[in-house]
């Protein structure tokens, strides 16, 4: 058996093929560095065909968003739009390999709505109360941490954050003049005296996306971090990752509530009554990018790595979602690697990560119908 003389071990760990590549890691600064696709062992012919799919596989959704939101929403009881909306642009995107712009379509630096890509932002938020002990346990129920009646009831007052995190609360009430019944209401015909009357599954037993139960866990998190959220997001991962200073996050007109003598907005998991995230395509691939770097950014670790690793874990009620991501455990995308995970947003906003091939693919206004095949042509463009 080989032995290393332990004076050895210094140059021994400078030539390890694992440290030479823990050195290799690009992360950007303001200035974000380009390289050919054959710089980064990527096919420049393929990754063109791919480049040109996506700019021909515009979102059907109407470039008025007031408009696509009222369309999409048309059978929600007394549906309104609450907070900021903004015209969309044109097909944006960038796709990063090894951290560096490997290839760009649109105007990646217009600031878009988001939609529900908003929620993974939220999750992270809850990543970090939970890294610092602000949150002890996730499967500890959150009527423990907000004094509010919001958790009464013996149904509410079992749910955790985890049951809020994979949408498996199954919460039931109003929130800011919303009632959970709003999002995804009773089939055609049905009455939301049904809905009301209707018999509650077990927390965590059963998966249903609802806008309300995210924004409640906006609330939630408000209460444990005693200060709005968007600045917790831009001093703990937007500062320190070099984000722009165009990005804003949004709640409703009415959603501010008192925190410690002052009045704080409570802002909205996605776009559904307007607000939510507004964002570039560089930011976004920065964050995107933050996650498929586990959390670390340059010598810093941000967000912890096993926060990084638990988002990507399916939930029990639905295996094909984590902690607000979306995942490929059951082959959604079946054209992609069963790891990826996803932000996704309502128009086709999509922030993928692909730790296969040490890939972040952000596409805005990309027909949802198309991302498997926008998938699969990015990923056969990587060169074995």
């Not at 030479?20 to 600064?29: L, S, T």
């Not at 700019?55 to 939101?69: C, E, G, Q, R, V």
Request: proline fraction near 5%; charged fraction near 20%; charge should be neutral.
């Amino acid at each position: 058996m080989i032995r290393l003389n332990r004076l050895l071990w210094p140059a021994f760990f400078f030539l390890s093929p694992i440290f030479v590549q823990a050195q290799k890691n690009y992360y950007p600064d303001s200035a974000w560095q380009s390289r050919k696709p054959s710089e980064l062992h990527m096919n420049a012919h393929a990754l063109d065909s791919a480049i040109k799919f996506v700019m021909a596989h515009d979102s059907k959704t109407n470039y008025n968003l007031k408009i696509a939101d009222y369309e999409a929403y048309a059978d929600e009881p007394n549906y309104r739009i609450m907070g900021p909306m903004k015209d969309r642009g044109k097909p944006a995107g960038l796709i990063i390999r090894n951290g560096y712009i490997v290839a760009q379509w649109g105007d990646p630096g217009r600031v878009e709505m988001t939609f529900s890509a908003t929620k993974s932002y939220l999750s992270t938020m809850a990543g970090l109360a939970f890294d610092q002990g602000l949150i002890r346990g996730l499967d500890e129920p959150v009527k423990n941490y907000v004094t509010d009646n919001t958790f009464d009831g013996e149904h509410n007052g079992k749910i955790t954050w985890r049951h809020l995190l994979t949408q498996s609360s199954d919460w039931s009430g109003c929130l800011f003049d919303i009632c959970d019944w709003a999002d995804r209401p009773v089939p055609h015909g049905g009455s939301i005296d049904q809905w009301k009357n209707r018999q509650l599954f077990e927390p965590g037993t059963h998966f249903k996306y609802n806008d309300v139960r995210v924004n409640l866990l906006a609330f939630c998190l408000l209460q444990v971090w005693r200060k709005p959220l968007p600045m917790v997001l831009k001093e703990r991962i937007m500062d320190p990752i070099g984000a722009s200073s165009t990005w804003r996050w949004y709640g409703y007109d009415n959603s501010f509530v008192n925190i410690d003598g002052l009045m704080m907005q409570s802002v909205s998991g996605g776009g559904h009554f307007g607000g939510g995230l507004f964002i570039n395509t560089y930011d976004h691939a920065r964050f995107g990018l933050l996650f498929l770097r586990k959390g670390k950014w340059k010598d810093r670790q941000i967000l912890s790595e096993n926060w990084v690793k638990a988002v990507q874990q399916p939930s029990d009620a639905f295996k094909s979602y984590g902690f607000m991501w979306w995942l490929n455990a059951e082959g959604m995308y079946k054209d992609a690697p069963s790891s990826i995970y996803l932000a996704e947003g309502f128009g086709g906003n999509f922030v993928v990560v692909d730790n296969e091939h040490d890939l972040v693919i952000v596409a805005r206004w990309l027909e949802p119908s198309s991302l498997n095949e926008f998938l699969k042509l990015v990923i056969a463009s990587v060169e074995k």
